[in-house]
């Protein structure tokens, strides 16, 4: 008789539970890392948070908000900088202990993550038939890895209540023409002034109807503001708001911005207000011009991060928890790297796969590893002379000017939004 064949080789297909195992295995490699990181990154005990929780208990006790100061080694002094619409939300934690004010503050960070983040690898993950949990068993921990979270975290600040609003505008409403479209954009400018370039972004979008909103919401809070508390409001409005010496020292290494590329070359003196104004007009014209081009082609997740990388540049201030839009950004490139070329392809494009993996791994090890948390840069003003110390103190800026030129947009079959919708054919892309 004839011998048997040769039992088939064992595969995924063959052994799906052998592969949720291995998935399980790495997903818990990579999420046990990320605590190591939070151990010997500098520790800042919610410094931010105190601040905030000490300027409300002075307004409280019936002071001028913006009359508050407090002491700092580096910056000199700090005060209360946000509009008064931030305030009022702050107000209520007045009676809490900062430790049950850091514990929400943490809390609503964490699930603000974890929420973010689903929705941006939920499509990615099913256009390459990767299940869902995996996806975000990876992205979550690294998302939780990166510098501006872990910033984020231990200062204690807001930065991800602004980003839920701004995507949950620009990931559902406005691709679907809600009546609410806008309103979350509104509200983040109304808190924290830099999210209005999104404002700018619906404009260049030609969005008029959710650029109104947007505007009348962030108006309406302000003036809501007003009403409560006049005098600190017309105050910022009419003074503090102009003075970006209050918000700290622009030469800091944490300052992530196109002024403090500047400013650590002209340290302790200040840089040209033209030169900064030129670059300021040119990266935001050339950004947010190619966030419309994708925009046009369908790609809202391109669109809207592009913008926040034109609001990282172009801000006189970026601290480094600033810069969560590094985070799509990766997420945009993993997606196009893994994107099979078309037939006409052929060996450029599986070398541009290539080369938008390796820029996606290559930004996830800058982005984890920081420009701050692992340096002490000291106190002293001191200027970027040596080509080294320029590349490292700048790292957030040059990245970010890299990726207004070459993220590349995903153009998308008609009405497939790009964080809610699978497209309908595989899309092309392009720059």
Excluded: C
Excluded at 88 to 108: D, M, Q, S
Excluded at 213 to 226: D, F, I, K, P, R
């Amino acid at each position: 008789m004839p011998a048997d064949p040769p039992a088939p080789s064992a595969t995924d297909e063959d052994d799906p539970g052998g592969r949720t195992a291995r998935q399980i295995i790495v997903v818990v490699l990579v999420a046990a890392a990320v605590p190591l990181l939070y151990l010997v990154s500098t520790p800042h005990n919610f410094y931010d948070l105190k601040i905030y929780m000490s300027a409300m208990r002075w307004w409280a006790d019936g002071n001028p908000l913006y009359d508050y100061v407090q002491a700092d080694l580096l910056q000199g002094e700090l005060y209360f900088t946000y509009p008064p619409f931030t305030a009022l939300l702050l107000r209520p934690f007045v009676g809490l202990k900062i430790g049950v004010t850091a514990g929400v503050f943490t809390a609503l960070t964490v699930l603000a993550l974890l929420v973010t983040t689903w929705w941006l690898v939920s499509s990615i993950a099913d256009r390459h038939g990767v299940p869902r949990w995996f996806a975000a068993g990876l992205a979550v921990p690294l998302a939780f890895a990166v510098e501006s979270t872990r910033e984020t975290i231990v200062f204690g600040q807001i930065n991800m209540l602004l980003v839920v609003l701004v995507l949950a505008d620009l990931l559902f409403a406005v691709p679907r023409n809600s009546r609410w479209a806008g309103v979350g954009i509104g509200l983040a400018t109304a808190l924290k002034l830099y999210p209005g370039i999104f404002i700018v972004y619906l404009l260049a979008t030609r969005r008029w109807r959710a650029a109104l909103v947007s505007s009348a919401a962030a108006a309406g809070a302000t003036l809501l503001a007003a009403a409560i508390a006049p005098s600190d409001s017309w105050r910022f409005w009419t003074h503090e708001l102009w003075l970006t010496d209050r918000v700290g020292r622009p030469d800091y290494t944490g300052n992530q911005s196109l002024f403090g590329l500047l400013s650590r070359f002209t340290t302790p003196g200040k840089p040209s207000q033209a030169l900064w104004l030129v670059l300021v007009v040119a990266v935001a014209a050339y950004g947010l011009w190619r966030a419309a081009r994708a925009a046009r082609a369908g790609d809202e997740l391109t669109g809207l991060t592009l913008t926040g990388l034109v609001a990282v540049l172009v801000s006189p201030i970026t601290w480094t928890h600033h810069a969560y839009w590094f985070i799509p950004a990766v997420l945009v490139l993993v997606d196009a790297g893994l994107r099979p070329p078309g037939p006409a392809a052929g060996r450029a494009g599986r070398r541009r796969r290539v080369a938008l993996l390796a820029l996606a791994a290559l930004v996830t090890a800058v982005i984890v590893y920081g420009v701050v948390s692992y340096y002490d840069w000291g106190r002293a003003f001191d200027r970027t002379n040596a080509p080294g110390e320029f590349l490292l103190r700048n790292l957030y800026v040059l990245f970010a000017l890299l990726l207004l030129v070459v993220l590349p947009i995903r153009r998308e079959s008609p009405g497939a939004g790009a964080g809610t919708d699978t497209p309908k054919h595989e899309p092309s892309i392009q720059q």
